[in-house]
């Protein structure tokens, strides 16, 4: 059996994810210090992507890395690299589709942290970076971690984008949900069957994770 498929989602997704929890503890630590109504604004725009079909989000993201789009075509142009129909195209993809998960999880985590936590850093005298990493950050964790554990099954299972600009391609590009697609379009219902369990298996582990995490705030 090629177990590709499971070593290249694990890759993509387990990339993907660090970006994400970058992306989403920045972005939720910064927002949820502005006013009500730019608050409201960014986070419809930022969570954008829970509602949309992904293979919508997918054909978006073709606008722009395709080699005619926006930036795929500067890419191309000078460094002779193609954003689309490889592995870490679906990296941009899973990014996009996992980065609402991550966002919204850490920004529920300031949202509930105790602020008094914060005052008494700054009676101290510590700077703001120093409260985010010592005060802020440790505070938030449990919750953090749990949105890049279900940011990380996420993206294992991600299939509308990915497969718009990765596509399947054997050794190369297939993941377990394109392979569990492929397989059953060729009526391989046996082998899809088998990358179906392993999705399900991993996707328990994770929930179980997350509700482990959960009991221990």
């Known amino acids: 059996m090629d177990l590709f498929p499971l070593y290249n989602s694990i890759r993509i997704s387990l990339i993907s994810s660090v970006f994400t929890l970058i992306l989403g503890v920045l972005f939720a630590f910064y927002i949820t210090k502005l006013p009500r109504g730019y608050k409201g604004v960014l986070d419809a725009l930022l ?11 997918g054909f978006i993201l073709l ?29 941009f ?15 529920g985590s300031f949202e509930q942290l105790d602020k008094n936590l914060i005052y008494a850093g700054k009676t101290l005298g510590l700077k703001n970076s120093v409260i985010f990493r010592k005060i802020i950050l440790p505070n938030c964790r449990t919750g953090i971690v749990a ?30 949900s394109t392979t569990v697609a492929y397989y059953w379009q060729t009526g391989q219902d046996s082998q899809a069957m088998f990358w179906v369990m392993i999705n399900l298996v991993i996707s328990f582990a994770v929930m179980l994770t997350v509700n482990m995490l959960e009991k221990d705030k």
Do not use: D, K
Not at 93 to 107: E, G, L, Q
């Open 63 to 91: 606008m722009f890395i395709a080699p005619n789009g926006l930036l795929g075509s500067i890419i191309n142009e000078y460094f002779g690299i193609t954003l689309t129909m490889t592995w870490y195209s679906s990296i």
């Open 93 to 107: 993809a899973v990014i996009i589709i996992t980065f609402p998960i991550m966002y919204r999880t850490a920004r």
């Open 147 to 176: 949105g890049f554990v279900l940011s990380f099954a996420r993206g294992l299972g991600e299939y509308g984008a990915t497969s718009m600009v990765s596509g399947f391609i054997q050794n190369s590009t297939a993941t377990i």
């Open 47 to 57: 969570t954008i992507p829970m509602v949309l079909p992904p293979t919508v989000v």
